[in-house]
């Protein structure tokens, strides 16, 4: 039972990071759009490609947690239980 708690306490803990990053991604992306937009400006091609690189790093985070969090693991072990050999 204990190896199960802490499973989860790992996955609740990168389940966190991600939704924080998320939300910091958001709160930039959101503050960037706001001042250019508040200074009635026209967004650089160097800021928009910043904001795409960032979401991207943001979805490497995502997908990263999908290759390597425990889920993935448990699904693929219990697939392979009644195979033969």
Not at 20 to 49: F, K, N, Q
Request: aromatic share 8%; proline share 1%.
């Amino acid at each position: 039972m204990t190896g199960k708690h802490e499973k989860s306490h790992k996955n609740l803990f990168a389940d966190v990071i991600i939704a924080v990053c998320v939300v910091v991604a958001v709160l930039v992306t959101g503050c960037v759009i706001y001042e250019y937009h508040r200074l009635d400006t026209v967004m650089p091609a160097g800021v928009i490609s910043a904001l795409f690189a960032f979401w991207g790093g943001e979805l490497l985070i995502v997908a990263l947690r999908q290759i390597f969090g425990s889920d993935v693991v448990i699904k693929t072990k219990n697939n392979n239980i009644g195979g033969s050999i």
